[in-house]
């Protein structure tokens, strides 16, 4: 989807997402729609996504009810009710699956309505201080509190002594913690009045304050307020991610991060809140206090897009004498516009919000000047973004949308300086059209160096600097092809730079054999390999040194695609042998002999391939296959005992060392009593691999 320095294939990200969803991975079903809708796609599933969506909507994907909400408005706020009330308002299982003693959501909540009746059970619990209602330690009153059951919550504090309204459960977490987290404010106004005590926090420094995001808009002042006049700290750091939704996912998005009641708000896009917890003395800079090694909120804010949480900390911080510099945010920017961490975080509103924001920052920015420069020493943010490969960054940039944006900037300048000639274009100033040749970082590269490349060669130097045939010596040109000088490249194949030159060394890269230069960018498989290789795929070249580079590192899919597409024509070069010291092989052998199996598919779609080519070992692509597909050092423990297994590979999980082929695993199947003798499970050949590499390890034994 990103690219990485090839081109997106939106339409292949959305094949893999497909294909992940309904094999049932939640990530990839929670965010499906999001991408059909970018990619162009339609979501055709036996389930509907308005389906789809609500479950992994209660199941705690904030990007699930975003797309919920644009699809279903009305049930989505259906939706996000019951989440609130029956799912500790972040998608948990504390009071439903988790719950203990054989009860279920639906009599349990039922029972709370009955104050009396509940309280009348109640007293037949013997020590109900310590009656625990789930799996992670809640107590009754935690579980009242997290549903939103006020008078529950009253009857149990007015006639149970031994439930105090500070109780803790087991993971150090109050009542009042819990009405926060699921945004219930007339119970967190109850507990608050009872004395509730705003200095405990859980293990994790979490607070109550930290859950104002779980609080509708309307109510926000007035539950935040009332925490912080009980005494709640705004300046608390939470010590690590947090996340309590059944939902399985590692994007940031789905996680809380360290830090402050500010940085939650940043992170769920709540300008109302920033601007309550800013609302209070001396609290601008809440915008740069930080968890260890984690960004701050005006960070968070800058590289999720979140104009409006940015401007208004910037006005804040203006407004309380507070010193910044816009360096960090601008980077953060610019780091926060890949487009797969976009359509996670923004949905379909993407492109939107990165353009907003990079809007704001111009504004704010014209004026400004970085002595040393932006993202790296001497980048401006044109190179910066272009250095770093976030296309869209540039894009942006060289708009004529932006273009009107900084004439618009100078005019306000001018209002302040009389004299145009006097409006000096900052040197490291965050954007500029004359950025576009300025000389940036240490090397100073800069469209200049092609002219002083001309001069130097016609002066008499070698085009390939080569001082003697025996030396090994990376050339000029694939210097700069590995560089991305892609100017200083082309002029030196204009110039009669040799692209068949060879060499064993490339920088920090040793190869085993004299490779082309061609071969060393399919070997390094990097970011922008494939930009390099279609700078010099015109240009003129033997067979036998094109063909060469068929085989070296066919690892990577993209870079193999683009030589099919240039030589897979040529049976010569399709089914061209390496030479002696790799055995004579063809590229299909290689492909095979790494189980690259995308290698594979794509070699064999071409029509000229010979697959009955034999290397010098006698060995056909075909023969190398059979011996891929067989499990190392394992023995099948069924009646056959083939060793080395062969095809799939049937683990035992409660014996030591129990393995069977596919043929023996199902004739144990249908035995009598196989079931109760064995659990098998499916072990793959890279897990077999994997573990024959730990055992391989050295160990150390313990002093």
Same mark, same amino acid.
């Given at each position: 989807?990103?690219?990485?320095?090839?081109?997106?294939?939106?339409?292949?990200?959305?094949?893999?997402?497909?294909?992940?969803?309904?094999?049932?991975?939640?990530?990839?079903?929670?965010?499906?729609?999001?991408?059909?809708?970018?990619?162009?796609?339609?979501?055709?599933?036996?389930?509907?996504?308005?389906?789809?969506?609500?479950?992994?909507?209660?199941?705690?994907?904030?990007?699930?009810?975003?797309?919920?909400?644009?699809?279903?408005?009305?049930?989505?706020?259906?939706?996000?009710?019951?989440?609130?009330?029956?799912?500790?308002? =972040?998608?948990? +299982?504390?009071?439903?699956?988790?719950?203990?003693?054989?009860?279920?959501?639906?009599?349990?909540?039922?029972?709370?309505?009955?104050?009396?009746?509940? =309280?009348?059970?109640?007293?037949?619990?013997?020590?109900?201080?310590?009656?625990?209602?789930?799996?992670?330690?809640?107590?009754?009153?935690?579980?009242?509190?997290?549903?939103?059951?006020?008078?529950?919550?009253?009857?149990?504090?007015?006639?149970?002594?031994?439930?105090?309204?500070?109780?803790?459960?087991?993971?150090?977490?109050?009542?009042?913690?819990?009405?926060?987290?699921?945004?219930?404010?007339?119970?967190?106004?109850?507990?608050?009045?009872?004395?509730?005590?705003?200095?405990?926090?859980?293990?994790?420094?979490?607070?109550?304050?930290?859950?104002?995001?779980?609080?509708?808009?309307?109510?926000?002042?007035?539950?935040?307020?009332?925490?912080?006049?009980?005494?709640?700290?705004?300046?608390?750091?939470?010590?690590?991610? $947090?996340?309590? @939704? $059944?939902?399985?996912?590692?994007?940031?998005?789905?996680?809380?991060?360290?830090?402050?009641?500010?940085?939650?708000?940043?992170?769920?896009?709540?300008?109302?809140?920033?601007?309550?917890?800013? @609302?209070?003395?001396?609290?601008?800079?809440? /915008?740069? $206090?930080?968890?260890?090694?984690?960004?701050?909120?005006?960070?968070?804010?800058?590289?999720? &897009?979140?104009?409006?949480?940015?401007?208004?900390?910037?006005?804040?911080?203006?407004?309380?004498?507070?010193?910044?510099?816009?360096?960090?945010?601008?980077?953060?920017?610019?780091?926060?516009?890949?487009?797969?961490?976009?359509?996670?975080?923004?949905?379909?509103?993407?492109?939107?919000?990165?353009?907003?924001?990079?809007?704001?920052?111009?504004?704010?920015? &014209?004026?400004? @000047?970085?002595?040393?420069?932006?993202?790296?020493?001497?980048?401006?943010?044109?190179?910066?973004?272009?250095?770093?490969?976030?296309?869209?960054?540039?894009?942006?940039?060289?708009?004529?949308?932006?273009?009107?944006?900084?004439?618009?900037?100078?005019?306000?300048?001018?209002? =302040?300086?009389?004299?145009?000639?006097?409006?000096?274009?900052?040197?490291?100033?965050?954007?500029?059209?004359?950025?576009?040749?300025?000389?940036?970082?240490? #090397?100073?590269?800069?469209?200049?160096?092609?002219?002083?490349?001309?001069?130097?060669? #016609?002066?008499?130097?070698?085009?390939?600097?080569?001082?003697?045939?025996?030396?090994?010596? #990376?050339?000029?040109?694939?210097?700069?092809?590995?560089?991305?000088?892609?100017?200083?490249?082309?002029?030196?194949?204009?110039?009669?730079?040799?692209?068949?030159?060879?060499?064993?060394?490339?920088?920090?890269?040793?190869?085993?054999?004299?490779?082309?230069?061609?071969?060393?960018?399919?070997?390094?498989?990097?970011?922008?390999?494939?930009?390099?290789?279609?700078?010099?795929?015109?240009?003129?070249?033997?067979?036998?040194?094109?063909?060469?580079?068929?085989?070296?590192?066919?690892?990577?899919?993209?870079?193999?695609?683009?030589?099919?597409?240039?030589?897979?024509? @040529?049976?010569?070069?399709?089914?061209?042998?390496?030479?002696?010291?790799?055995?004579?092989?063809?590229?299909?052998?290689?492909?095979?002999?790494?189980?690259?199996?995308?290698? =594979?598919?794509?070699?064999?779609?071409?029509?000229?391939?010979?697959?009955?080519?034999?290397? +010098?070992?006698?060995?056909?692509?075909?023969?190398?296959?059979?011996?891929?597909?067989?499990?190392? +050092?394992?023995?099948?423990?069924?009646?056959?005992?083939?060793?080395?297994?062969?095809?799939?590979?049937?683990? /035992?999980?409660?014996?030591?060392?129990?393995?069977?082929?596919?043929?023996?695993?199902?004739?144990?199947?249908?035995?009598?009593?196989?079931?109760?003798?064995?659990?098998?499970?499916?072990?793959?050949?890279?897990?077999?691999?994997?573990?024959?590499?730990?055992?391989?390890?050295?160990?150390?034994?313990?002093?």
């Amino acid at each position: 989807m990103n690219g990485l320095g090839t081109q997106p294939n939106l339409q292949e990200a959305w094949r893999l997402v497909l294909h992940a969803a309904a094999n049932g991975h939640q990530a990839a079903q929670a965010n499906a729609w999001r991408i059909a809708r970018v990619t162009g796609s339609e979501l055709a599933t036996i389930t509907s996504p308005q389906q789809i969506l609500e479950r992994q909507a209660f199941n705690g994907s904030r990007g699930a009810l975003q797309d919920l909400a644009i699809i279903a408005p009305e049930r989505a706020v259906e939706v996000k009710r019951i989440i609130k009330v029956g799912l500790a308002g =972040v998608g948990a +299982s504390f009071g439903s699956d988790d719950l203990l003693h054989g009860h279920t959501y639906g009599p349990s909540i039922n029972s709370f309505r009955n104050t009396t009746s509940m =309280v009348e059970n109640m007293r037949n619990i013997r020590e109900i201080a310590d009656y625990k209602v789930n799996r992670r330690g809640d107590r009754i009153l935690h579980m009242a509190a997290s549903c939103g059951k006020l008078r529950a919550v009253e009857a149990l504090l007015d006639n149970f002594p031994s439930l105090t309204v500070d109780q803790l459960n087991d993971v150090g977490e109050t009542p009042l913690l819990s009405a926060c987290r699921s945004g219930h404010r007339d119970i967190v106004e109850s507990l608050l009045s009872r004395g509730a005590d705003l200095t405990i926090a859980t293990s994790s420094k979490e607070s109550p304050l930290h859950w104002l995001i779980s609080f509708n808009e309307d109510e926000v002042y007035v539950a935040g307020q009332a925490l912080i006049s009980a005494g709640a700290e705004v300046k608390s750091l939470t010590t690590k991610q $947090i996340n309590y @939704s $059944i939902f399985p996912s590692g994007i940031d998005f789905d996680n809380l991060p360290p830090g402050t009641p500010l940085t939650w708000a940043v992170h769920h896009d709540r300008p109302d809140i920033i601007k309550f917890l800013l @609302s209070q003395p001396e609290s601008a800079r809440l /915008c740069v $206090i930080n968890a260890p090694n984690d960004s701050s909120p005006l960070e968070w804010a800058a590289k999720y &897009h979140h104009r409006h949480c940015l401007e208004a900390m910037i006005v804040a911080m203006k407004a309380q004498r507070v010193n910044f510099t816009y360096q960090e945010f601008l980077e953060a920017a610019v780091h926060g516009a890949d487009m797969f961490s976009m359509i996670f975080r923004s949905g379909v509103q993407y492109l939107d919000r990165v353009k907003n924001t990079l809007d704001y920052l111009l504004q704010e920015t &014209h004026d400004a @000047s970085f002595g040393t420069g932006l993202g790296g020493f001497g980048y401006t943010l044109l190179y910066y973004a272009i250095s770093e490969g976030y296309d869209l960054v540039v894009k942006f940039l060289l708009a004529p949308k932006t273009e009107a944006l900084l004439r618009t900037g100078r005019e306000r300048r001018r209002a =302040v300086v009389n004299d145009e000639d006097g409006m000096s274009i900052p040197r490291y100033g965050v954007f500029s059209e004359e950025h576009i040749n300025n000389p940036c970082g240490i #090397e100073l590269r800069t469209p200049l160096l092609e002219c002083i490349l001309r001069k130097i060669v #016609e002066a008499g130097v070698e085009v390939d600097a080569q001082f003697n045939e025996s030396a090994d010596l #990376e050339t000029p040109l694939l210097v700069a092809l590995k560089n991305n000088a892609l100017n200083i490249a082309q002029e030196l194949l204009l110039r009669g730079a040799n692209i068949n030159a060879a060499s064993i060394s490339a920088g920090f890269i040793t190869l085993e054999q004299l490779t082309t230069v061609l071969g060393h960018l399919a070997a390094s498989a990097a970011r922008g390999s494939i930009a390099r290789m279609q700078l010099i795929f015109n240009q003129p070249q033997a067979a036998q040194d094109r063909a060469t580079m068929l085989y070296d590192f066919a690892q990577n899919r993209d870079i193999l695609n683009e030589l099919l597409q240039h030589f897979g024509s @040529s049976d010569e070069v399709i089914n061209a042998r390496t030479g002696e010291a790799l055995f004579y092989r063809i590229p299909l052998h290689f492909a095979v002999d790494a189980v690259n199996l995308s290698a =594979v598919e794509l070699l064999l779609d071409r029509d000229s391939i010979d697959i009955s080519v034999q290397g +010098s070992n006698y060995q056909a692509p075909l023969d190398l296959a059979y011996l891929a597909v067989l499990h190392q +050092s394992i023995q099948c423990d069924g009646p056959c005992q083939r060793s080395p297994l062969p095809g799939r590979r049937w683990h /035992c999980t409660t014996c030591p060392d129990h393995d069977l082929r596919e043929t023996c695993y199902w004739a144990l199947q249908d035995g009598q009593g196989s079931e109760d003798i064995h659990d098998f499970e499916e072990m793959t050949l890279k897990q077999t691999n994997d573990a024959v590499k730990k055992d391989w390890r050295v160990h150390i034994p313990a002093e």
